[in-house]
């Protein structure tokens, strides 16, 4: 296994997490040295990730804020979407997503005692031999449009939300996760019913997206309107309406895949 102590010839990349935020240098970019960078000589753990271009990534959890003085900003992963390279913020998702499991699991679900590494993504107990793989968490998202009566284009609908639990002051697509012995499809339509009240047809499969909040695969889907008066599920959903293509509120950033289905619906 790697030891993180030892001096390093090769320059690497370090992806470092203090909480849920990523460390960055003052030129918004991803610490690069042979050694782990000044300031952060005691990691509470690190991961080993994927090589890319015959560049060594490093993900490192750090317990302790580094001084100011060393020159780092702390940015949340999902703004650093909007200053890293998409290739960099995409393997900072994924470093986050393997922390997270690692921390997770430290200890075995099956009999309690602690675990040690069986290679670089896998896990098995000291006592029982368990052994622990990183999971993710199956997760639909559906944009629900209604066509004009009149055939025109511009008079189409699109189903919009706000979420409780949004982080910001938009309108999304509805969601939710996949239960115990649904299809993804299955589980659109269970949860359009549930947090509008309204039936849906034509469910057509869009896009995918690895979510590190904290370890979601999102499917995205089209689907249209068939049936039903909009009821909002106000334990989950503060607004909700349709809108028209030239008059939509404000929608996600472009980290999200509910931006994407939505550009996506719009250019069609």
């Not at 040295?33 to 300031?39: D, F």
């Not at 990691?43 to 015959?54: I, N, R, S, T």
């Not at 910001?168 to 947090?195: C, D, H, I, P, Q």
Request: glycine share 8%; hydrophobic share 35%.
């Amino acid at each position: 296994m790697l030891q993180l102590f030892e001096i390093f010839m090769s320059e690497k990349k370090w992806f470092i997490f203090y909480r849920d935020e990523i460390l960055l240098t003052q030129e918004k970019r991803l610490p690069c040295s042979p050694q782990l960078p000044k300031g952060l000589e005691t990691p509470h753990a690190y991961q080993e990730l994927p090589e890319v271009d015959g560049v060594k990534n490093l993900a490192v959890r750090s317990d302790v804020l580094p001084d100011e003085k060393w020159g780092y900003r702390h940015v949340g992963l999902r703004a650093s979407h909007d200053v890293l390279p998409l290739s960099d913020f995409r393997l900072a998702s994924k470093a986050r997503e393997l922390l997270h499991w690692d921390e997770q699991t430290r200890y075995c679900g099956r009999c309690g005692q602690p675990t040690d590494r069986g290679s670089v993504i896998s896990k098995i107990c000291s006592n029982c031999g368990n052994e622990l793989w990183p999971t993710v968490v199956t997760a639909v998202i559906v944009l629900v449009y209604r066509r004009s009566v009149t055939g025109n284009r511009d008079d189409d609908e699109l189903l919009l939300v706000r979420g409780r639990n949004f982080p910001g002051n938009y309108f999304g697509l509805v969601a939710g996760f996949v239960e115990t012995g649904e299809s993804m499809e299955e589980a659109l339509v269970r949860e359009v019913k549930e947090e509008t009240g309204l039936e849906v047809t034509g469910i057509e499969y869009r896009a995918s997206q690895p979510w590190p909040f904290p370890s979601v695969l999102m499917s995205g889907f089209f689907a249209e309107y068939k049936s039903g008066e909009l009821t909002l599920q106000r334990e989950e959903l503060l607004e909700g309406g349709w809108f028209k293509r030239n008059a939509l509120p404000v929608i996600p950033g472009k980290v999200s895949l509910a931006r994407r289905l939505i550009e996506m619906w719009l250019e069609e």
